[in-house]
């Protein structure tokens, strides 16, 4: 049987690491990073979001055509989307320059092409959904795969500092939800969609809105929570040896989380429903040690499908 497609779209840009020393460059973007992770964990990958013919732009489709990702979104001629990061106790804080950027030439026509056909997974995020006529797109781009029985994924991965429409933004969150098989966010993406409400009441307000069958909530240093058909499942965080930053370590584990899905079969709308408790806890496992394996390196830097089998066997853990 081959292995199941997973498309995934959303920003991709620089990330511009500023440190008391120096500034370096990175590909990033949340979507881009999955992207990136997951076929380096050996999962048969399409990215389906334009990227930029500028300079910038050849170093992000140079990073993921080296991991062997489809750039079925094509390349424009837009600029490339920049993003400047601090670091603080390797804790990232960021700030945006995407007016008019090439991972914004997008319309539910164009993403449906790039979708194109026996894609087994549809994911986004981040960015793409703020504000604009992509935002609409991806909305309604993720509404057509979920009718289609595609399986629908998202990790908001909510930036406040840059969303200048809050109350929009929630609205198409919330919508949003309606629509997806797998929901992923951390504990502060909770806090950003649900600010005057405690993580308890915020959650039990999101699972009795969202048709989600898995949601995934992260809490860094706390471990992972997962619901599966409103049954809990919670899993510590993975040690990490050696921290440098957590750059890409929620994308990272999202990317886990999908392919780990695939490799099980369960990467379907119909696949989803046969996933059990067990299997949910094993792969809470691997995505936690997956992000604990980024999180030794600078920047967002995804294991391979080795070195992740390896740390696995290492913990007990490498049947997935």
Known sequence: MADPV???????????VVLPDATTNH????????????????????????????VWGDMLATRLAEAGVQLAGGRVAQPSTMARVSLSDGL????????????RQVSLASLTQSLGAG????????????????????QAMMAKAY??????????????????????????????????????????????????????AAMAQLLAHSRAPLVVLTKGAHGAQAWLRGTQVTVPAAQVDGLVDTVGAGDTFMASLLVGLGQLGYLSAQGLARLGLSDTRALLQRAAVAAALNCQSQGCSPPMAAQLQAALAKQGNGGL
């Open 119 to 138: 894609a087994a997974a549809l994911h986004t995020g981040s960015l793409a959904l703020i504000d604009g006529a992509d935002a609409q797109a991806w």
């Open 27 to 54: 590909p990033g973007g949340s979507p881009f990073n999955v992207a990136l992770a997951a076929a380096r964990q050996g999962g048969v990958v399409r990215y389906v979001t334009p990227i930029s013919t500028d």
């Open 92 to 103: 990232p804080s960021y700030s945006f320059r995407r007016t008019a950027t090439a991972e």
């Open 6 to 16: 997973i498309a995934i779209g959303g920003e991709n840009l620089i990330d511009q």
């Open 147 to 200: 009718r289609e029985d595609v399986l629908t994924s998202l990790d908001p991965n909510v930036r406040l500092s840059i969303i200048a429409d809050l109350p929009a933004y929630r609205a198409r969150i919330w919508q949003m939800v309606e629509t997806l098989h797998i929901l992923k966010l951390s504990d502060e993406d909770l806090a950003g969609l649900f600010p005057d409400a405690s993580e308890d």
